[in-house]
């Protein structure tokens, strides 16, 4: 999983950032809320882990450009030494999905965090995903288009696993090579765009089909669902 951590405190974001990595985790940390502002317009992840006294842009100010001015509702947890209800009431009114008060304690962070990911991305547990005609079948690493089984490389099935699970999300390039790969997103590679034509070719991901899978300039692609009665042609309306 793919998480950001927002934390001035370096002795605090060294912590932190072992734990999540030891979890198994990449880990993307912030000692500047700009720099992450940037970071966002370009990149997309699975979780956000946010102080909220920062230096320059505070961290429920950062939540809210995320929600309201990039329409992102990627999970987010506050992690902060604030305490006062009113400071738990403005941080969830701001789009957080969890608070966790300072100090804390590995257990309970990796415990909030699997709760929170449960809530929001309940396919990721599934033994099996039918989208029909599509059935992702984790257990097996298979396909099925239409009861038949693809013929997919392991990372092709990775990748339209992956995309499946995340439907409808904009998913970076980096995102992606960091998730099927586990490789370092600044690498210059091709390897994203080939293997999602090959996806695509496959899967035959075509409208007719139910999905599309749609390219963002100089970001990622995001797997989307298509209602089938806009493809119909309007005859009962032909003169």
Same mark, same amino acid.
């Given at each position: 999983?793919?998480?950001?951590? /927002?934390e001035d $405190?370096?002795?605090?974001? +060294?912590?932190? &950032?072992?734990?999540?990595?030891?979890?198994g985790?990449?880990?993307?940390?912030?000692?500047l +809320?700009?720099?992450?502002?940037?970071? &966002?317009?370009?990149?997309?992840?699975?979780?956000?882990?946010?102080?909220?006294?920062?230096?320059?842009?505070?961290?429920?100010?950062? /939540?809210?450009?995320?929600?309201?001015?990039r329409?992102d509702n990627t999970?987010?947890?506050?992690?902060?030494a604030?305490?006062?209800?009113?400071?738990?009431?403005a *941080?969830?009114?701001a789009?957080?999905?969890?608070?966790?008060?300072? @100090?804390?304690?590995q257990r309970?962070?990796? !415990?909030?965090?699997e709760?929170?990911?449960?809530r #929001?991305? @309940?396919?990721?547990?599934?033994? #099996?995903?039918?989208?029909? @005609?599509?059935?992702?079948? $984790?257990?097996?690493?298979?396909?099925?288009?239409? %009861?038949e089984?693809l013929?997919l490389?392991?990372?092709?099935?990775d990748?339209?696993?992956?995309m499946?699970? $995340?439907? *409808?999300?904009?998913?970076s390039? %980096?995102?992606? /090579?960091?998730?099927?790969?586990?490789?370092?997103?600044?690498?210059?590679?091709?390897?994203?765009? +080939?293997?999602?034509?090959?996806?695509?070719?496959?899967?035959?991901l075509?409208p007719?089909?139910?999905?599309? /899978?749609?390219?963002?300039?100089n970001?990622?692609?995001?797997?989307?669902?298509?209602?089938?009665?806009?493809?119909?042609? @309007? +005859? !009962?309306?032909?003169?």
């Open positions: 999983m793919r998480i950001v951590l /927002l $405190n370096l002795t605090q974001s +060294t912590l932190v &950032c072992a734990w999540l990595r030891a979890a985790h990449d880990v993307h940390g912030f000692v +809320t700009r720099d992450l502002q940037r970071f &966002c317009v370009r990149e997309s992840v699975d979780l956000y882990l946010l102080d909220w006294m920062m230096p320059d842009i505070s961290g429920d100010a950062f /939540l809210r450009w995320l929600r309201d001015e329409h999970p987010a947890i506050f992690i902060t604030r305490e006062a209800e009113d400071d738990i009431v *941080g969830l009114a789009g957080a999905d969890d608070f966790i008060i300072k @100090p804390v304690s309970i962070l990796m !415990s909030r965090i709760a929170v990911l449960r #929001s991305k @309940p396919r990721e547990a599934e033994a #099996s995903l039918e989208l029909p @005609p599509y059935l992702i079948d $984790n257990a097996k690493k298979r396909i099925l288009f239409n %009861g089984a013929e490389t392991e990372k092709e099935f990748l339209a696993a992956f499946f699970r $995340n439907l *409808g999300r904009l998913l390039r %980096g995102h992606l /090579l960091e998730a099927v790969w586990g490789r370092n997103p600044d690498l210059a590679t091709r390897t994203v765009d +080939t293997h999602i034509s090959r996806v695509r070719s496959k899967l035959n075509k007719e089909n139910g999905f599309r /899978l749609v390219p963002t300039y970001f990622g692609y995001r797997l989307e669902r298509v209602d089938l009665t806009e493809l119909e042609s @309007p +005859t !009962s309306h032909a003169a």
